[in-house]
């Protein structure tokens, strides 16, 4: 069974810092990879789709990287800012569209 | 811009109440789902759709149903709502080619 591990669970930067946030998984069988942003009581908002014969996608100051093989993500966000905070989610599609879920990184960048 | 629309952000429902959350897409996506989210429990899937009239049971089915019968609709049913069903529910649609999922704005359930 696919397993989503995002770590740290929660991080609290200064305004302008660069940061990572890590996604993991336990079973390299991925069709793709997503990362959502989550604003308190909202619902979800795609970010990056990365497909898993990619190894990189980039918007704006985002930029999330896939090594497959190892059953990493990461999601660098360059020159955070106080509108970045909200909680981020990654998800593998396995099988027949399914999403598994990490629990989230819960991101607070500070003025 | 693809629109993924939920019918309630709120609902407050008695123990027992057969509860309809709907689920409208706009894009002509195939594929549907409905999750809930919990605290410490993270995304859950509890049935999805590839296409009308068709229905797989995802994780945690129990309790719930669903209907499609319209490409773009896609309804989740509590057939007798309990209070371990308070939840946020999330709607979810995505295609076949580019297989990018796109959210509801979320239901917040209350089951009292």
């Known amino acids: 069974k696919q397993e989503v591990t995002q770590i740290p669970a929660a991080l609290s930067v200064p305004e302008g810092e660069n940061l990572v946030l890590n996604c993991s998984f336990t079973?390299?069988?991925?069709?793709?990879l997503q990362w959502f942003r989550q604003d308190p009581g909202k619902g979800l908002t795609s970010l990056l789709l990365i497909q898993s014969s990619q190894r990189e996608q980039t918007s704006g100051r985002l930029n999330a990287s896939l090594d497959k093989s190892s059953g990493r993500s990461t999601l660098y966000i360059a020159a955070s800012q106080p509108g970045d905070s909200a909680t981020y989610l990654c998800a593998v599609e396995t099988s027949g569209s399914r999403l598994t879920f990490g629990e989230g990184t819960q991101l607070t960048v500070n003025p | 811009d693809v629109k993924v629309t939920q019918s309630s952000r709120y609902l407050v429902k008695r123990t027992g109440e057969k509860v309809f959350l709907e689920c409208v897409q706009d894009?002509?996506?195939?594929?549907m789902f409905w999750y809930r989210q919990d605290p410490g429990l993270g995304l859950r899937l509890i049935y999805f759709?590839?296409?009308?009239?068709?229905?797989e049971k995802g994780d945690i089915p129990e309790g719930y149903s669903v209907s499609r019968e319209k490409k773009e609709r896609f309804s989740l049913i509590l057939e007798s709502a309990s209070t371990n069903q308070t939840s946020m529910y999330l709607c979810?649609?995505?295609?076949?080619?580019?297989?990018?999922?796109?959210f509801g704005q979320g239901t917040r359930l209350t089951v009292v």
């Open positions: 759709s590839y296409d009308v009239k068709m229905k």
């Open positions: 079973d390299s069988a991925i069709y793709n």
């Open positions: 979810a649609s995505s295609q076949d080619i580019l297989p990018e999922a796109f």
């Open positions: 894009m002509d996506h195939e594929n």
